[in-house]
């Protein structure tokens, strides 16, 4: 990173000449006329180096782009601006949030450019944290982005960021256990999974079919929410009132209860998060379990799994709805207090420009969908990803990508679905009274909001 600023000094033909004159003793000095200065030359003498701008942006410690990526992008970027230098600031995903808030709140300029979680667009919008960019995008490039990915930086019909590092939950099984079990094909739906993970169960092949992330925080509200979409249900209401306690979503949360009941979830999913649910899974305790990404290449990885060549990945299944899955993006938006809001917005597109995602592909796939026909980007991939057509699985299934709801308060609903659903898992509530509770509570926190 440059580190430096540069200061120029520049002095103009006329004063030299000024000083010139003062010196000189006007009855000795000879009258000489002076050749004009070509008009060129003026300009280039008196024509000032481009303003130096030094600028900050924020990301987090992650999985995809590692912090030696987005450094080197961005060397990349200032090599092509020489007038720009970025200072990057990396933390952890639980303090992201926070420290967003803390630099806005502030009003000093702290940072030109952020990464938001796809959950936060709507939260900054209403707070006018982050830059409105509706203009700045033309309908050419919004129509190149997967539907899901775009919708997450929206709000109130503007955009409010760019989508930048792309994640879905996938379905993974073990493709022997379920051959095992009778079937050579995954579950298409929710009750195909129960009759298939029940046969592998009464056939003594694994005790709990289905390892899940049922800790009561975010991956709880997550499971939640693509139960409750793929049953057909939605969690808000155009005037952002709660509808997810619906007969939708009691078939939903009651296709959950029921699963903890009779042994379809194992048990420890109530205190899981994805890194236990992954490991568990490639230690071959479960035949099915939902994940991101990442998990491909470590449960097929023979030094990191005992299912390597075996962990299959597919689509999420469906029930009402034919697949359903929840973004777990990030985007990228300008700060509304920076001082140089093009210049944020040009490193912003510079970061997630096609050829910069095609690049790092292997990172995370990209946001653009025309880049998925490139024959390129399907070689650049991972040896396992290209064996099961991860590319393929991906295009499919972001077109049944979905967001949590997409509303400023969207924090409070979070903690409120993960503890009443928890509720309901654990016994200590119905399904129908955790999604009163819960819908009690959500019109409470909108309430406060209002």
């Known amino acids: 990173m440059k580190k430096f600023w540069f200061l120029t000094v520049v002095i103009s033909a006329t004063l030299i000449l000024a000083v010139g004159c003062q010196l000189a003793t006007p009855e000795a000095a000879p009258v000489v006329e002076e050749p004009e200065a070509a008009p060129a030359e003026e300009e280039e003498a008196a024509a000032p180096e481009e303003e130096q701008i030094t600028m900050r942006a924020l990301f987090m ?6 912090q030696e990526d987005i450094e080197n992008i961005t060397a990349e970027f200032e090599e092509a601006n020489p007038n720009i230098n970025f200072e990057l600031d990396f933390v952890a995903y639980e303090s992201l949030h926070d420290k967003i808030v803390t630099a806005a709140t502030s009003k000093a300029g702290t940072y030109d450019v952020i990464l938001l979680d796809c959950i936060w667009p709507a939260e900054f919008a209403a707070a006018e944290f982050i830059l409105d960019v509706t203009d700045r995008f033309p309908e050419e490039m919004r129509q190149d982005i997967w539907p899901g990915a775009m919708e997450s930086v929206e709000y109130q019909g503007k955009v409010y960021g760019m989508p930048w590092l792309n994640d879905v939950l996938y379905h993974y099984y073990n493709e022997e256990m379920l051959k095992e079990a009778g079937y050579d094909q995954p579950p298409k739906t929710w009750e195909e999974l129960r009759e298939m993970a ?3 169960k009464e056939k003594g092949l694994v005790e709990y079919p289905f390892i899940e992330y049922f800790q009561q925080d975010e991956g709880l509200t997550i499971a939640f929410a693509y139960m409750l979409l793929s049953f057909g249900g939605e969690f808000f209401n155009e005037d952002n009132t709660p509808a997810f ?3 939708e979503g009691l078939a939903a949360l009651q296709f959950m209860v029921d699963g903890m009941n009779d042994g ?6 109530l205190e899981s998060t994805y890194e236990e649910v992954r490991r568990a899974f490639q230690q071959g305790a479960a035949l099915f379990s939902t994940n991101w990404a990442y998990q491909l290449n470590l449960a097929n990885d023979p030094e990191e799994s005992q299912i390597a060549g075996h962990a299959i990945v597919t689509l999420m299944p469906g029930q009402v709805e034919p697949s359903v899955t929840i973004n777990g993006g990030m985007g990228l938006a300008v700060m509304a207090d920076s001082e140089h809001p093009d210049e944020a917005w040009d490193y912003i597109q510079y970061l997630s420009s096609k050829d910069v995602q095609k690049r790092y592909s292997q990172n995370a796939l990209p946001i653009w969908i025309s880049l998925f026909d490139d024959p ?3 070689e650049m991939q991972p040896e396992i990803a290209k064996e099961l057509d991860f590319i393929e699985v991906s295009k499919d299934q972001y077109k049944y990508l ?4 997409i509303v400023p308060f969207y924090s409070e609903t979070s ?6 659903v928890q509720a309901a898992l654990t016994g200590s509530k119905t399904a129908e009274q955790a999604l009163a509770d819960a819908e009690a509570a959500v019109l409470e926190a909108r309430e406060r909001f209002e």
């Open 198 to 200: 029940m046969a592998a």
């Open 245 to 247: 306690n619906s007969p």
């Open 402 to 405: 979905r967001n949590r709801p």
């Open 61 to 66: 410690k992650q999985a995809g782009y590692q």
């Open 415 to 420: 903690e409120i679905v993960a503890r009443e």
């Open 264 to 269: 379809l979830y194992n048990p420890a999913s």
């Open 376 to 378: 390129e980007l399907q």
